[in-house]
């Protein structure tokens, strides 16, 4: 191989490996938005099943939020902090620990909602102390005003 040669064949590995990875970063990042606006959509369609005591039929609605977030855990790498009208705040990498807690809890309390609703005498309250409010924990630290 002649140096030239050798010289483009590594530029273009090289350049078809940045558009690899920047197609990933554009994935991961529209990925995440999209997790969360149908976890929003979930959410809204679970207070709506509520406010008609349709118990049972939410429960299966609470258990997909809850495997939502389980997989929103790994859609925040360290390589996805800006671009394509992401709302992530920096502070997410800087307290990784924090913000993946916040995540799990969430997760978590999707699962004990499921089972809370089934004796709780106020579904509106038990809702708002198990889902409603995990939102707002994470966005008011983690996700710019938007
Ligand atoms: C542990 C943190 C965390 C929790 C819990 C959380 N969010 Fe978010 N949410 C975020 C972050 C971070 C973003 C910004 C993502 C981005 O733009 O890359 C976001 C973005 C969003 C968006 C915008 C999506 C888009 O298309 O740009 C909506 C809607 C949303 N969240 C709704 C909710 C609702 C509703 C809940 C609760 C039921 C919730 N989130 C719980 C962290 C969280």
């Known amino acids: 191989m002649t140096k030239l040669k050798l010289i483009i064949v590594t530029f ?8 690899l ?34 118990i ?3 429960k299966p609605l609470m258990k997909k939020m809850s495997a939502n977030y389980k997989k929103l855990l790994d859609y925040f790498p360290e390589n996805t902090k800006e671009g394509f009208k992401t709302e992530a705040l920096p502070s997410i990498w800087e307290n990784k ?3 993946n807690a916040l995540m799990q809890k969430a997760s978590d309390d999707m699962l004990k909602l499921a089972k809370a609703i089934e004796t709780a005498e106020d579904l509106r309250a038990v809702q708002k102390e198990l889902m409603w409010s995990n939102c707002s924990a994470c966005h008011n630290r983690f996700r710019a005003p938007h």
């Open 97 to 99: 620990d924090e913000f």
């Open 56 to 58: 049972e039929e939410a």
């Open 21 to 54: 990875n920047a197609q990933s970063v554009e994935e991961i990042i529209k990925g995440r938005k999209a997790m969360f606006s149908e976890n929003y959509q979930t959410g809204k369609k679970i207070s709506i099943l509520l406010k008609s005591k349709k």
């Open 12 to 19: 273009v590995i090289f350049a078809n490996f940045n558009l």
